[in-house]
């Protein structure tokens, strides 16, 4: 009998429970171990992510930052591993016979994939795939996905040039077949695609996070419509972000968002904020906003801000990305109005020592504002 298979049970047992610094540590205390962890142990394969990246020297690196391979030499040795990871993420420009070869290899433990590239390996089942990030891809490679996935993020960084008329079909085929999806991020040219049409009755999952963009002086009613149609059926989402969505649209999420617990919000008016207004939202405990207007309407944003803090009473963090720092008498808005806030995010640093001052001040003259409020720069 192998030995290296004795109370096999066991060792799954005992390293289940370590973390990647534990792992590490074994990993490198006897060829024994060394087999153990990374030919052997599911739940080691688990901790552990391959990285295929492209250095200077073209040079093939795994997340325990130890050289397996060079993409030129001994590539093979990879190709040949037994080794089944579950993990890998992939940026490199060339090389993709070897990464086509190596995801199939790999397809049946392969449980998250992150790629940055042109390509993405197509006509492929992946059963047991959970996490899926891709950048730059070709759409139709979605194909690959499995009906497993709890994590769908994918951005074409401003490429929508490179999609085809078989593009939004792949996209929402995905959505379409992945029922336990708990997370979605698309960028711009996707969140157009997905809500060019009423998608709310083609999906049966429950997100916990969406995060979505709009085109910044996107008008298309439709859309906007659609998306809120999306949301409508998404009520256990407990994080949202969004960008450059209309004022309907935040009216909405205010107003049937529940159980929304976090928002991030980027927002340019095009008309006059002094008038905005939503209906006030209980569950919002961080709010992150980043608030723009035209040119005209600069003075007035502190008007939309307003309307934020008012219309969220439970609010604990709040973090503002505005080119201006908070104003005074909005900072002293904001203590009075948000009694149980606790932290407060600015991009200023050479203001947070004057916040601290003038809140010290206000809390030993009044006893209904918060009592434990933190400032820190947005970089923190």
Same mark, same amino acid.
């Given at each position: 009998m192998d030995p290296l298979f004795i109370f096999y049970d066991i060792h799954e047992l005992i390293i289940q429970h370590f973390n990647y610094n534990d792992i590490f540590r074994i990993f490198k205390v006897s060829k024994y171990w060394h087999c153990l962890i990374l030919e052997n142990s599911k739940f080691a394969m688990r901790k552990i992510r391959l990285n295929v990246h492209e250095s200077n020297h073209d040079e093939v690196y795994n997340v325990l930052d130890q050289k397996i391979s060079e993409m030129n030499s001994d590539v093979l040795d990879l190709l040949e591993s037994q080794r089944k990871y579950q993990n890998i993420k992939v940026? $490199?420009?060339?090389?993709?016979?070897f990464i086509d070869q190596l995801v199939r290899n790999l397809a049946e433990s392969l449980v998250s994939i992150e790629v940055s590239s042109d390509i993405f390996v197509e006509n492929l089942k992946?059963?047991?795939? +959970? =996490?899926?990030?891709?950048?730059?891809? @070709?759409l139709e490679g979605l194909t690959s996905c499995s009906n497993k996935l709890k994590k769908l993020a994918v951005r074409m960084s401003g490429r929508e040039y490179? @999609?085809?008329?078989?593009?939004? *079909?792949? *996209?929402? &085929?995905?959505?379409k077949k992945n029922s336990q999806l708990e997370v979605i991020e698309l960028d711009e040219d996707l969140t157009s695609i997905i809500f060019e049409s009423n998608i709310s009755s083609d999906v049966n999952f429950r997100l916990k996070r969406l %995060? /979505?963009? =709009?085109? +910044?002086?996107?008008?298309?009613?439709? *859309? =906007?419509?659609?998306?809120?149609?999306f949301l409508e059926k998404q009520q256990n989402l407990t994080n949202l972000a969004i960008k450059f969505p209309d004022s309907p649209t935040i009216q909405w999420i205010y107003e049937n968002q529940t159980n929304l617990e976090s928002f991030q919000i980027k927002i340019h008016f095009e008309q006059n904020?002094?008038?905005?207004? $939503? *209906? #006030?939202?209980?569950? /919002? +405990? %961080? @709010?992150?906003?980043?608030? #723009? &207007?035209?040119?005209?309407?600069t003075m007035n944003i502190k008007f939309a801000l307003r309307t934020f803090i008012t219309s969220t009473p439970n609010l604990e963090v709040l973090k503002i990305r505005m080119t201006s720092p908070l104003e005074i008498d909005d900072f002293r808005f904001l203590l009075f109005n948000s009694l149980k806030l606790k932290k407060l995010y600015q991009n200023a640093d050479e203001c947070l020592h004057t916040y601290n001052e /003038?809140?010290?001040? /206000?809390?030993?003259?009044?006893d209904n504002i918060s009592p434990n409020v933190e400032f820190f720069n947005n970089s923190d």
């Open positions: 940026y $490199v420009d060339h090389g993709w016979d992946i059963p047991n795939l +959970k =996490f899926l990030k891709l950048d730059n891809p @070709l490179w @999609l085809k008329k078989e593009s939004p *079909i792949a *996209i929402k &085929s995905a959505l %995060c /979505i963009e =709009f085109l +910044k002086f996107n008008n298309d009613e439709e *859309i =906007f419509g659609n998306a809120r149609k904020p002094r008038d905005f207004q $939503v *209906i #006030s939202n209980g569950a /919002i +405990k %961080c @709010l992150d906003l980043d608030i #723009s &207007s035209n040119w005209q309407y /003038i809140y010290e001040q /206000i809390r030993q003259d009044h």
